[in-house]
């Protein structure tokens, strides 16, 4: 069946970097990516979807400064949390939407920001 | 706006139990209905859906069926085994094609041999 990959599955990183997810999508080609976040006992949530070579759509309360996104290919998607700070913390999660229009999900990232 | 409603878990059964676990939802239209479940270290996989009212989805002795009347989704398996243990997530959709999903907290199921 049809995989996305995720990668990292986790990091930690110190107050003020940034960090880099990417989502794959290996057998096929995603018109649309969809990034998402959960805090711990919460629902996913989305945070913004992106469609292949334009600027992502971002929910309401999410900042597009902070939570770059960058759709290059039908095949990749990057998420950048930019200065993140211990608030960030939280398991990420991103989905992509085939052709078919079947939706497949990472297997998330989990970061912690001291 | 639209909204997902699941049972607070975690569910604890012994095997071969019978399992439910509860979904409602808000929503303007007609959404279509999923769940999902992501075992440990995995991504999320469709476990089943509905399109319409009355619908039942099915999938590995799980069902669940689209009741319109009562705006809910529940979940059922009638004998579940150790390796079904994971977060079942319940879901929505507006119906629209491309439309991300709206999903509920999560409810972990644990089974014990």
């Known amino acids: 069946g049809a995989v996305v990959s995720q990668h990292p599955s986790w990091v930690i990183c110190k107050s003020g970097t940034s960090v880099k997810i990417e989502c794959r999508s290996l057998d096929f080609q995603a018109t649309t990516m969809f990034w998402y976040r959960q805090f711990p006992k919460q629902s996913l949530m989305l945070m913004a979807t992106?469609?292949?070579?334009?600027?992502?759509?971002?929910e309401q309360g999410v900042e597009k400064d902070k939570f770059l996104i960058n759709h290059a290919s039908l095949t990749l998607s990057t998420l950048t949390v930019t200065s993140a700070h211990p608030e960030d913390s939280s398991f990420y999660i991103c989905?992509?939407?085939?052709?078919?229009?079947?939706?497949?999900f990472g297997s998330g990232t989990q970061l912690s920001v001291l | 706006g639209d909204s997902v409603t699941q049972m607070e878990g975690p569910v604890t059964l012994s095997e071969e139990a019978f399992l439910t676990i509860n979904c409602t939802y808000t929503a303007t239209g007609y959404p279509s209905l999923f769940w999902y479940v992501q075992y440990p270290g995995e991504g999320l996989q469709l476990l089943l859906k509905a399109t319409k009212a009355d619908d039942k989805g099915s999938n590995k002795g799980f069902e669940a069926t689209y009741r319109k009347e009562t705006t809910s989704f529940h979940l059922e398996k009638g004998s579940v085994q150790v390796s079904d243990s994971a977060v079942y997530f319940c879901a929505l959709t507006p119906n629209q094609a491309g439309t991300a999903l709206i999903f509920g907290k999560g409810t972990t199921l644990s089974v014990s041999s």
């Open positions: 992106s469609n292949e070579g334009s600027k992502a759509t971002y």
């Open positions: 989905s992509a939407l085939g052709l078919d229009e079947k939706l497949f």
